[in-house]
DNA sequence: AAAAAAC
């Protein structure tokens, strides 16, 4: 059994690195990936956030690239062997230095290529030749119709978010992309969570894929403990002032279900006294990049974000994750929560949820296979309450760039009467009595707190769970579409 | 109900 890096027979440059960089034993994924990937067959791997995905393709993809020489006949000396698709520009950001780590003493060359950056520091790196290259989607197309990047030399892709590369917003882009590499290559698939639609979509890309999967699909790492509170909406900042304070938490990371929301919540709690940036993609690359960089060096506590710091980022000991909103996709709370409780570490996600969002809370326990039990929050009085202003105001409060139209919700679509009367009913029928006892609508600090919420929140709780979906949720839209894409999805045309 | 990814 190998179960140590050093039993790999990985190439010296390798086992050095790796050596250096304090890797003794292999995570479950990476004892089992790693020898099915240097056989060079396609690959399905799932396994939990926080155990080692990106080590577990890249140390015996660069392993491959060492071992077997290029086969290419084309002048370019250094021709793009390796391919690494991933969905943000962070996420592309950390996993090529961490490539480059792996790859450091090895004469293979690496770079990244994302948006947000200008394109000339890029194009330089690239004119020069690099074997692997990582990239987020929209930048990479820009490079090879640019004929900056030329990939029909390409013999290893990977999809890490697989199944978020293969979702409906990143789809269109991916299958250009793909259309662009020769088709004899091998394809291996990265992720925490598959869906049975994605696993069949996938599958359309692999040839005889091996499927790894380390534990569950979906499965939430056993170091994450998980909590779900309810609280209204005007008392969740307050709740999240009680549990830093009750739990000794220092840092966190607070998800927000969007842009707008995201750089509120931020100013909020900044004037409470938290020492708080945001992060979400209404930002400049550059201040994104200086968000995550001051949370990583402890310089702000609280890191307020979207989804687009919902997978991979790894950052060391993160004690806490909240979700403010709870996520709109269950999918996206296993990803969420998989911010903290890494690589072995213990950790702590809180899911705050207000009346509306028993169904949301619903799929989430649904997916992960777990009993979720909704508890009360015994506040101390001095914690602050109350809505947070809105408007553009609060955009400009953040310091935010531009007048924030951009992030204020779209206008409504035209409201169709029959829908809008079932859904209507449905809702109320749902959600009857599940609505907690304070529905306080009261302005910032006017009312005194009532009583507790989760009183009478249970047996609604209980009701929601087994009600029928209601026809406007919001999980039924993707998969159709999805489904839909499945059927429409043709595999990659070859090479020009 | 949203976010992300290109200029």
Not at 199 to 209: D, E, G, H, I, V
Not at 314 to 324: G, L, Q, S, T
Not at 339 to 349: D, E, F, K, Q, V
Request: a positive charge; glycine letters at 6%.
């Amino acid at each position: 059994m190998t179960s140590s890096f050093s039993n790999l027979s990985l190439a010296e440059p390798l086992a050095r690195a790796v050596a250096e960089m304090g890797y003794e034993s292999m995570t479950p994924i990476q004892e089992q990936a790693i020898p099915v990937v240097l056989t060079g067959q396609d690959v399905m791997g799932a396994a939990q956030t926080g155990t080692g995905k990106t080590a577990a393709f890249s140390l015996p993809l660069l392993q491959r690239l060492l071992k077997h020489e290029s086969s290419s006949t084309s002048p370019a000396r250094h021709p793009v062997r390796a391919l690494v698709l991933l969905p943000t520009r962070e996420l592309a950001d950390q996993v090529a230095q961490q490539i480059a780590l792996y790859a450091k003493y090895t004469k293979l060359r690496s770079t990244v290529v994302f948006g947000g950056m200008d394109m000339k520091p890029q194009t330089i790196e690239l004119k020069k030749g690099v074997e692997v290259l990582v990239a987020t989607p929209g930048r990479l197309l820009d490079h090879i119709e640019a004929k900056n990047a030329v990939l029909n030399q390409v013999e290893y892709v990977v999809l890490d978010e697989a199944d978020r590369m293969l979702d409906i917003g990143f789809l269109p882009d991916l299958q250009r992309i793909l259309s662009y590499l020769p088709k004899q290559r091998t394809t291996l698939l990265f992720s925490a969570t598959f869906s049975p639609e994605i696993k069949r979509l996938a599958s359309s890309y692999l040839q005889n894929p091996i499927t790894i999967e380390v534990a569950r699909p979906n499965e939430t790492a056993s170091t994450v403990e998980q909590r779900f509170y309810s609280a209204n909406d005007d008392d969740k900042r307050r709740a999240i002032h009680q549990v830093l304070k009750s739990r000794g938490i220092k840092q966190a990371f607070i998800f927000v279900n969007s842009k707008l929301g995201c750089a509120r919540l931020a100013r909020s709690l900044e004037r409470e006294g938290l020492k708080t940036t945001a992060l979400h993609g209404d930002k400049s690359q550059d201040e994104r990049l200086k968000a995550l960089e001051a949370f990583k060096s402890g310089e702000v506590d609280l890191l307020v974000c979207t989804d687009v710091a919902a997978r991979g980022l790894d950052i060391k000991d993160v004690p806490a994750v909240f979700n403010f909103d709870v996520p709109f996709n269950a999918e996206d709370y296993v990803h969420r929560i998989g911010r903290t409780g890494r690589a072995g570490a213990s950790g702590l996600a809180v899911t705050l949820v207000s009346g509306s969002d028993a169904r949301l809370v619903a799929d989430i326990e649904k997916l992960i296979k777990k009993k979720i039990d909704l508890e009360a929050i015994e506040y101390e009085e001095d914690q602050p309450r109350g809505r947070i202003n809105d408007g553009r105001r609060a955009w400009r409060e953040a310091g935010e760039t531009g007048d924030g139209r951009d992030a204020l919700p779209a206008a409504p679509a035209a409201p169709r009467r029959e829908r809008d009367q079932r859904v209507g009913r449905e809702g109320r029928e749902q959600h009857r009595g599940f609505r907690p006892a304070v529905a306080s609508r009261d302005p910032f600090f006017e009312k005194p707190y009532e009583a507790s919420a989760a009183a009478d929140a249970t047996p609604a709780w209980e009701a929601a769970k087994s009600a029928p979906r209601s026809s406007v949720s919001a999980n039924i839209k993707p998969k159709r579409k999805v489904a839909a894409l499945f059927k429409a999805a043709q595999p990659e045309t070859s090479v020009q």
